[in-house]
């Protein structure tokens, strides 16, 4: 019997772990079958059909969706412009960005982090944070969110553009406080807060 260990009172007891003694039948049948109505997602950000978001400054490509995860994740390319980024927030999903080109500024819990190129990073649930480009050139990255929502989201609040090098489109004041109001509106449905 092999043992491990969990805390009581600040010290470490053992405890017993029990053997797993499985047949080999019963490991595959753990396994659910393969769902022949799920299909292979190939990602592609230079791809014609790739719907594009203009969004606080930013272009997001959404690169894979929640629908064709079955809800899993979403994988979202970011662009980042000089200047760019969100306002400080949290939501209750995990956040994970790899940085492709450039160099972020993410603040998480208040303390300041310059994430480069080549370097990935993941912000918890519940935590708050946001990320700034303040390198004097565009950046881009990579965002996993898991479970899903985040890419409908975006897609609810932003403003579809043609393509990753389309300019964002010229908003009224009117129209900024429009997408401003239904970002607060629907954070919650998404499960995120604005801070």
Known sequence: MHTGGVTSGGRLVAQPFEPINRTLQETITMIPDDDPARSLTVANPDDPATTYISLV???YGMLITG?????????????????????????????????????IEFTFRGEKHLVRA??????????????????????????????????????????????????????SPDDLAERRRRAAELAPTYRSEFL
């Open 57 to 59: 400054g930013n272009t």
């Open 67 to 103: 629908e064709q995860t079955n809800g899993a994740y979403c994988l979202i390319d970011m662009r980042v412009p000089d200047g760019g980024g969100p306002p400080p927030h949290r939501h209750d999903f995990e956040e994970m960005f790899t940085i492709l080109e450039g160099e």
């Open 118 to 171: 080549g370097s990935t990073i993941n912000i918890p649930a519940n935590a708050p944070h946001n990320f700034r480009n303040v390198s004097g050139a565009p950046a881009r990255m990579l965002c996993m969110c898991t479970p899903a929502g985040q890419d409908e989201y975006f897609m609810r609040i932003g403003d579809a553009v043609p393509g990753v090098d389309a300019p964002p489109p010229q908003l």
